[in-house]
């Protein structure tokens, strides 16, 4: 029996038949649509790569540099983005009308460390400057005299150093450290100096991490201030051992709650609240950095991006930051004259802040 198919009285749809025709069965795109496509395809990789970066395993070095590279991307995707579509306007021979759209991805690159939320603010009397500083214990500089002027000119009244470079600080005593410990590496120590009459309390920790691969937390509680200040250097995943990571961050995060101490951080007494600012040898939204703010903490950087990079910085390595290794994060404590410094002869920039006083808890 014969059936006379209906025919297709739509134009729209008329149209859309035989273009499906005329490419062999595959729909037909305009070049108005494929441009749109390549232009969109440069943020649209980012951000999936942002979104894979979670699902990488932590145990495995290469996955954890590969994400530390995803989780890192988004800045620099913004930034990019308009000369991608400026390249893809230039091969398709258009005017430039999508660099108007292109250019919203700049809001990526971020905001000066100036411009950031309430815990970094102007100067206010009082308080504490603080400095932390990744000195890098195999520096290719022959003497630490450099380094020694950049502190001498930053004048912090309380100094954590990660990484045993040297043993005294001009101007400085030494409160803490962990020298007398024969540690496999001088990279794997820390210690805490103070001007002379600056009141301090400070202790650095044992090795804390795996067996193959720990580091100490150098802890300073400063009394006139009711602040317990965390000098951080997270063991690194990267290039050799992603062991340690895990169970340093398990130290830290049972003993730190709401942004203040929970337990076991003498001589920080319980219930004071908590500055971790130092090496952490992760980047920015990573599940290192998600653990910790879990706990009450705020990453008093976050929204700078691109403005508050700290690595690598020389020191052997070549001057061009490209992820930010170093971080601070509050609780409930106000921080100002928030700055980024350069550390000589480190691969380090390091962060020197004000702790400002909080009422007695």
Known sequence: MLVRRPAV????????????NRRGGGWSVSAMTRRALW???????????FMVAGLLPEEHVWSVALA???????P???????????????????????LAVSSLGLLAVGVPVQCTSFHSGPSAPGGASVAILNV?????????????????????????????RFDDVPGYV?????????????SHHSAVYAKPAMQVEARVTEQLGSASQAMPVAIAWLPVERVCVLGIHAPPQVPRDASGMGPYLDWLVERVSSGRVHRDLAPCPDGAPVVISGDFNH?????????????????VLQGTALASLTWPSGGGWPDMPVFRLDHVLAGAVVLTELRKTRVPGSDHQGWMFRVQPVPAF
Request: hydrophobic share 50%.
């Open 76 to 98: 620099w995707v913004g930034l990019l983005w308009p000369f991608w579509t400026a390249l893809v306007c230039v091969v398709t021979r258009v005017d430039f009308r999508w």
């Open 283 to 299: 980047v920015p939204g990573s599940a290192t950095i998600r653990r910790l703010t879990a706990q009450g903490l705020t990453d």
């Open 174 to 186: 030494r409160v803490a450290d962990d020298f007398v410990a024969a540690w496999p590496r001088p």
């Open 39 to 49: 232009i969109v395809a440069w943020p649209m990789v980012g951000l999936i790569g």
């Open 68 to 74: 530390a590279v995803l989780w890192s991307a988004p």
């Open 9 to 20: 009285r739509s134009g729209r749809v008329r149209g859309w038949m035989e273009a499906f």
């Open 136 to 164: 890098n214990a195999y520096s290719p500089d022959p003497t630490p005299a450099p380094l020694f002027e950049r502190v001498k000119a930053l004048s912090p009244d309380i100094l954590i150093v990660l990484e045993r």
